[in-house]
């Protein structure tokens, strides 16, 4: 399917918020918001979890939007320190949360003919998106018809691990490197106020999810993040919000970087299927007025 890709700037909180737009021939048959991972303070619009992901989905008949959010300051991994930044380069806590909010209003008053769009991201961007979402709901505006979670990172501090999972990460090079003690230091280097850890809208895991929209998680198997992934699944669940949760096995943190790879292939098609499903895209049909969507 041709797919038409234009950059666009539009207007946000914080200034104008680049977005790529990706529109498939013909009537779109559903619409997804999204935002690319990078540890809240790394990647970008052409990454392959940005663009490829996209792509991919706009070849499906997927309108996409993807967001260039404003990004954190460069962190050292090892260390928790920050690269020296000038200032008005970096942001933390809320910019990028906001501007995601921006864009899925942008997206659901946009001309492209798709009426309910998704929100949705990849680790960070995942943590962006059901933070957004959160913030819609709160606010009593048009929440989006479901809710897309790739890899994601969602609690303050990292659950602890199945006897299953951390067998499995102790196969990994360096452990250490995305172990509890990292994430806490990503999380710390986003928000920057150790008491903006506890934000629901910084870290949704462990809060009020109730009445959230339809949700699907895609958690990689050799992955720390698969113990934020499943525990939010489980709150999602006991919240009583329609759920899907996949493990993705065999494959590591960050596979949709990786387009060559089987697994990110088989990935892009499990998304897709859901965001096509007639379950999600279907207006509700009761007899009654539905709800406002974007």
């Given at each position: 399917m041709?797919v038409t890709?234009?950059?666009?700037?539009?207007?946000g909180p914080h200034?104008?918020i680049?977005?790529?737009?990706y529109?498939?021939?013909g009537?779109?048959?559903a619409g997804?918001v999204w935002?690319?991972?990078?540890?809240?303070f790394g990647?970008?619009l052409?990454m392959?979890e940005s663009d490829?992901?996209a792509?991919?989905?706009?070849e499906?008949?997927?309108a996409?939007?993807?967001v260039d959010?404003?990004l954190?300051p460069?962190?050292d991994?090892?260390?928790?320190e920050q690269?020296?930044v000038?200032?008005?380069e970096?942001?933390?806590y809320?910019?990028?949360s906001?501007?995601l909010v921006a864009a899925f209003?942008?997206?659901?008053a946009?001309?492209?003919?798709?009426?309910?769009w998704v929100?949705?991201g990849a680790?960070?961007?995942?943590n962006?998106?059901?933070?957004a979402?959160?913030r819609l709901r709160?606010?009593g505006?048009?929440?989006p018809?479901?809710?897309?979670?790739v890899y994601p990172?969602l609690?303050?501090?990292?659950?602890?691990?199945?006897a299953?999972l951390?067998a499995?990460?102790?196969?990994?090079?360096?452990?250490?490197?995305?172990?509890a003690?990292?994430?806490?230091?990503?999380?710390l280097?986003?928000?920057?106020e150790?008491s903006?850890l506890n934000?629901?809208?910084?870290?949704p895991?462990?809060?009020?999810?109730t009445?959230?929209?339809?949700t699907f998680?895609?958690n990689?198997?050799?992955?720390?993040?698969r113990a934020s992934?499943?525990?939010?699944?489980a709150?999602l669940?006991?919240?009583g919000?329609?759920?899907?949760m996949?493990?993705?096995?065999?494959?590591?943190?960050?596979h949709?970087?990786?387009?060559?790879?089987?697994a990110a292939?088989r990935?892009l098609?499990?998304m897709?299927?859901?965001?096509?499903s007639?379950?999600l895209?279907s207006?509700?049909t009761?007899?009654?007025?539905p709800?406002?969507?974007?």
């Open positions: 041709r890709v234009e950059d666009r700037r539009i207007d200034g104008p680049p977005v790529r737009v529109t498939p021939d009537q779109a048959g997804l935002a690319h991972g990078g540890a809240f990647g970008d052409d392959p490829w992901v792509r991919q989905l706009a499906r008949g997927i996409v939007v993807a959010y404003r954190a460069v962190l991994w090892t260390t928790g690269a020296p000038q200032p008005g970096r942001f933390h809320p910019v990028a906001e501007e209003a942008w997206a659901g946009s001309d492209t003919g798709v009426r309910g929100l949705g680790s960070a961007g995942a962006l998106a059901a933070g979402t959160l709160d606010d505006r048009p929440l018809r479901g809710v897309l979670l990172v609690h303050t501090e990292l659950p602890p691990m199945t299953e951390a499995k990460v102790a196969t990994l090079p360096d452990p250490d490197l995305v172990g003690g990292s994430i806490r230091r990503m999380n280097n986003y928000v920057r150790p903006d934000e629901p809208y910084a870290f895991g462990g809060h009020d999810l009445g959230l929209p339809p998680i895609l990689s198997d050799v992955d720390p993040l992934g499943q525990q939010y699944g709150e669940a006991a919240a919000v329609d759920l899907v996949i493990r993705e096995d065999g494959v590591h943190h960050g949709l970087n990786e387009p060559h790879n089987p292939v990935s098609a499990r897709a299927d859901w965001l096509l007639p379950a895209i207006p509700p009761c007899g009654k007025t709800p406002p969507l974007h």
